[in-house]
C-alpha cells in the first residue's frame, strides 16, 4: 500500500480529473492521501473534498508564500477548523526565503503562532522551509513544540537531518531524489535511518525526472518509492512498508474516524 504524505489535491488544476485520477490512484495500490491547505479560503473547499473522499486526509494552516492574502485573524479559527473529521496535522505552514516571499519577520509570526495552536491541540506539523532550515528549527525551540511532524520536501544537510529528526520530526521525500544532479539529496537518503522519511509528491508541482513542465500527480509515489530503494539499495516493498509505518507513527490520528 502506497501513502501520498503531501498532495494539493485539492488544486483547480484536478478539478477535470479527480474523480478519474483517484480511480487510477487506486488501482495502483496508492491508497491514502494527505492533503495540506495554502490558504484560509481553501480550508472551506478542502472540507467539503474530504467528505467526498474517505482515504483523504486534510491539514490545514497559511502557508507561507501565500501571507500576502492572509491576516492573523485567520490564526483565530485554526483551532476550530483542525477539530474537523480527519484532521491529522497542522499545515502547510513555516518559512520561506525565496527573494518574491512575504518579510520574513512576518512569516515567524505567522509560523509560531501557527506552532502554538498545534501544540495546545497536541496535532504534528507539516513544514514548508526553503532555504530556513536554521529559521525554522529556532522557532520550534522558542515555542517549545514537541509534536514533531514534516520537514515537507527537504533538502538540506545531514547535519540539519539530524536536528530536526531530534525534534521528533520525518522528513518528506519526493521527486528531486528522481534527479540525477541531486548529490546531496541523495547522500543524505542513503545514510538516513529507515524510520527517518515519509513519501510524497506535492502534487501537481515538483514533477519527477523526465517529466519536466508536466504537472505532477499522486501516481508518481510508487516511482518514488523504486527511486528511494534504488538509491538505499533495498526491496520497494521495504520502502513502502517502512514508509507507512513512520507515517502512523508520526500523524497518529490517521486511522480515525475512518468511514
Known amino acids: 500500500m502506497f ?84 484532521v491529522v496535522a497542522v499545515g502547510e505552514i513555516g518559512l520561506d526565503c525565496w527573494p518574491s516571499a512575504v518579510d520574513i519577520n512576518v512569516q515567524m509570526n505567522f509560523f509560531k503562532r501557527q506552532l502554538s495552536v498545534a501544540k495546545s491541540l497536541r496535532l504534528p506539523v507539516i513544514v514548508h522551509a526553503r532555504k530556513s532550515y536554521d529559521l525554522v528549527l529556532k522557532c520550534l525551540r522558542e515555542v517549545g513544540f514537541k509534536e514533531g511532524g514534516v520537514i515537507h520536501a527537504f533538502n538540506g544537510s545531514f547535519e540539519q537531518a539530524k536536528r530536526f529528526l531530534d525534534l521528533g520530526f520525518v522528513l518528506g521525500v519526493g521527486g528531486t531524489v528522481t534527479y540525477p544532479r541531486a548529490n546531496k539529496a541523495r547522500r543524505v537518503l542513503s545514510a538516513l535511518e529507515s524510520s527517518a522519511f515519509i513519501l510524497e509528491t506535492d502534487s501537481p508541482d515538483m514533477p519527477l525526472n523526465g517529466f519536466q513542465g508536466q504537472n505532477n500527480t499522486p501516481l508518481s509515489i510508487p516511482f518514488i518509492a523504486q527511486c528511494v530503494a534504488t538509491i538505499r539499495e533495498e526491496d520497494v516493498e521495504q520502502i513502502t512498508m517502512q514508509t507507512y509505518a513512520n507515517l502512523l507513527r508520526v500523524f497518529p490520528k490517521w486511522n480515525e474516524d475512518l468511514l
Open 3 to 86: 501513502i501520498d504524505s503531501h498532495c494539493h489535491f485539492d488544486f483547480d488544476v484536478f478539478n477535470d480529473q479527480r474523480d478519474e485520477l483517484m480511480a487510477r490512484c487506486l488501482d495502483h495500490g496508492i491508497l491514502g492521501f494527505l492533503v495540506p491547505a495554502t490558504t484560509f479560503i481553501s480550508w472551506r473547499r478542502l472540507d467539503m473534498l474530504i467528505e467526498r473522499y474517505p482515504q483523504w486526509r486534510a491539514a490545514y494552516g497559511l502557508h507561507p508564500y501565500f501571507l500576502k492574502e492572509a491576516s492573523l485573524e485567520q490564526v483565530d479559527f485554526l483551532g476550530e477548523q483542525c477539530e474537523a473529521k480527519r
